[in-house]
């Protein structure tokens, strides 16, 4: 099992650094946890100006790559605010003979669509520990990443068990779990959307 997460870990890298090369246009994102769930998007920052494409490249693990806010990083966007739709992959659970079409979550930037606003976004099982990211941050708002991480941990670091791994793209996962794959690699859950909420309206947080 070992040698097969290695195996699939340096075929994902192979194809994420072909793919890199091949169109200057595309912004590639590695989507993947290790054992400690210290990295789950890599890079976590993108910049990206209109005309180019950010690529979610999954690519190991049960992940995924969902559109939030700086307030509340560990909810669907659409739920805090309902003018944005937001993006949503869905869960992604990749293995080796994952498909191209399941590997990718592409996002195009266009203006005055998704430009030159920020888009924040997280992982469903690593949320609470930092697994989240942003595009195009607005930096002089104070609204930066190590901020984000922060808020990530803060209002969803808590633990919690779950039933639910499925989701299909546009859903809103709400189930919360804690636990190991059969990988090894831990997983954790932010709390309901609905106590999240809950705790940024007490903490007098706009959400629209």
């Not at 976590?44 to 693990?61: E, L, S």
Request: glycine share 10%.
């Amino acid at each position: 099992m070992r040698f097969q997460r290695s195996l699939l870990t340096i075929v994902a890298a192979f194809v994420f650094t072909q793919a890199q090369g091949q169109d200057d246009s595309q912004i590639w994102v590695q989507v993947g946890v290790n054992s400690t769930n210290t990295t789950t998007f890599t890079p976590n920052v993108i910049f990206a100006q209109p005309g180019k494409t950010v690529m979610f490249n999954f690519t190991q693990g049960n992940l995924t790559a969902i559109e939030s806010s700086f307030a509340a990083p560990c909810v669907p966007v659409n739920i805090v605010n309902s003018s944005i739709s937001g993006f949503n992959s869905g869960f992604r659970d990749i293995s080796p003979g994952s498909s191209p079409s399941d590997r990718i979550l592409a996002i195009p930037i266009i203006n005055g669509t998704n430009w030159p606003r920020p888009q924040f976004f997280f992982d469903y099982n690593t949320c609470g520990v930092g697994g989240v990211g942003v595009i195009n941050p607005n930096n002089s708002a104070l609204e930066t990443i190590d901020g984000l991480v922060r808020n990530a941990k803060r209002l969803n670091g808590s633990s919690h068990s779950s039933t639910s791994r499925s989701a299909t793209s546009g859903s809103s996962p709400t189930a919360t779990s804690t636990g190991s794959d059969s990988n090894g690699v831990a997983h954790y859950s932010p709390m309901s959307i609905s106590a999240t909420l809950f705790l940024l309206v007490g903490a007098g947080v706009t959400l629209a």
